[in-house]
């Protein structure tokens, strides 16, 4: 029983060895991949360009505008003579985000009356946009912040005998040291200062998000290409007939073609976890054992699918494009790139059939989190349904083909 499949197991490694172009695709491909998504795929926002107005021209909007330049999120590309200016940079797409910092800014801010700056952004990429106009309005209110704390600072060393002075120069650094242009309603605030901890990924990088998606890809594309390929070639060349009237059995077929791409599969993930958490410094958290027991039962689907799809097709190039036509769905719908809770209500309901939702937040909390079984069950029984179930249909109509 097992003989005859150890043999025909040895038999499609050489098959594969010998291939060119299948060496290249397990060995070489996947790297690249890897280390093309890990640096193209990002949502890191970085040297957002910004264009400046400063008409305060006062030590305080200078201090906003170091604030905003001098953090790694932003790049100062004009400082505009003019609203007219400031515009042109926004229609031209020279900046991505305008700041117009109007004249009485920092008095406004001293006497707390409520100090105003005007944000502008390129809305031509909502996302982008919208998360540009969120860091702009984090650095303004902390610089704000600042600034109203040292205004209150200055005000509490000044002698309580003296009066306030109407005359206040905010440009002079000095005169503000001195002066005790400061209302009483905010001689005293009240001001909450949040402790905030960011857990599993304190320092906020995209790619410790999406290499375990990447890495959920990879596997995806050894295991259900390569299966499809590997039948298929096996049919153009006419092979496939011949394994057919041999005295192995379907079962023993089946398992005779499935296991080398388990076993190439497992191998591909263990270089890409391991170039992943050298080269990338992507944290591993959890069990491994529980890591390789969930790809197991995401190869069942794999594995499935593209002895599935070798029954339907005639080509290996009709049998990539099949693959390739249900993959897109799979990832767009995956939460690899989108979180599923922002998609519309009826594709949250179909992504409940879609294996790749499942495992890429499996590996994800394992990697980041150090999610236990317990933690996985609720994502891993459903996936081993699906496994199952494409894989009985997988088996049956191969079954069908070799009677």
């Known amino acids: 029983m097992i003989a005859p499949v150890l043999y025909l197991i040895r038999k499609e490694f050489l098959q594969i060895f010998r291939d060119h172009a299948m060496r290249g695709i397990i060995f070489v491909v996947p790297l690249i991949q890897l280390m093309i998504f890990s640096y193209a795929v990002t949502t890191d926002l970085k040297d957002i360009r910004i264009a400046i107005l400063d008409n305060d021209k006062t030590i305080a909007s200078r201090n906003l505008i170091s604030a905003l330049v001098e953090s790694d999120y932003f790049k100062l590309v ?232 070798s029954t339907i097709s005639n080509t290996q190039q009709q049998a990539m494009f099949t693959v390739w036509f249900f993959l897109i769905f799979g990832i767009l719908m995956s939460g690899f790139f989108f979180p599923i809770e922002n998609m519309p209500v009826i594709i949250q309901k179909i992504t409940v059939i879609n294996p790749l939702r499942y495992f890429i937040e499996i590996i994800r909390g394992i990697f980041l989190r150090g999610a236990t079984f317990d933690d996985v069950l609720p994502n891993l029984l459903p996936m081993l349904v699906i496994g199952l179930v494409i894989f009985s249909a997988a088996i049956m109509r191969f079954r069908k083909r070799t009677k």
Not at 124 to 130: G, K, P
């Open 78 to 309: 004009s400082t505009a003579p003019n609203p007219k200016h400031l515009r042109h940079n926004l229609l031209t797409s020279d900046a991505d985000v305008t700041l117009w910092i109007p004249l009485g800014f920092s008095e406004d801010l001293a006497t707390g009356n409520g100090a105003q700056v005007a944000l502008n952004v390129d809305g031509s990429n909502s996302s982008i946009a919208l998360r540009a106009l969120g860091y702009t309005e984090a650095v303004v209110r902390l610089q704000a912040m600042k600034s109203l704390e040292s205004f209150i600072q200055a005000s509490i060393t000044i002698p309580s005998n003296q009066t306030p002075s109407t005359n206040w120069d905010l440009q002079d650094e000095d005169q503000i040291a001195t002066s005790p242009r400061i209302v009483p309603q905010i001689m005293n605030p009240r001001l909450i200062e949040p402790v905030m901890r960011f857990f599993y990924n304190p320092t906020l990088e995209s790619r410790y998000y999406m290499i375990p998606g990447i890495l959920v890809l990879l596997i995806t594309l050894i295991s259900a290409f390569l299966t499809g390929m590997a039948v298929v070639k096996e049919k153009e060349l006419g092979t496939l007939e011949q394994l057919m009237v041999s005295p192995l059995t379907p079962a023993q077929l089946i398992a005779g073609k499935t296991i080398p791409f388990v076993v190439l599969a497992y191998f591909e993930l263990a270089v890409a976890t391991t170039f992943a958490i050298l080269w990338f410094k992507l944290p591993l958290v959890g069990s491994i054992p529980l890591l390789a027991l969930c790809a197991l039962v995401y190869l069942l689907v794999t594995l499935g699918v593209g002895l599935l799809v």
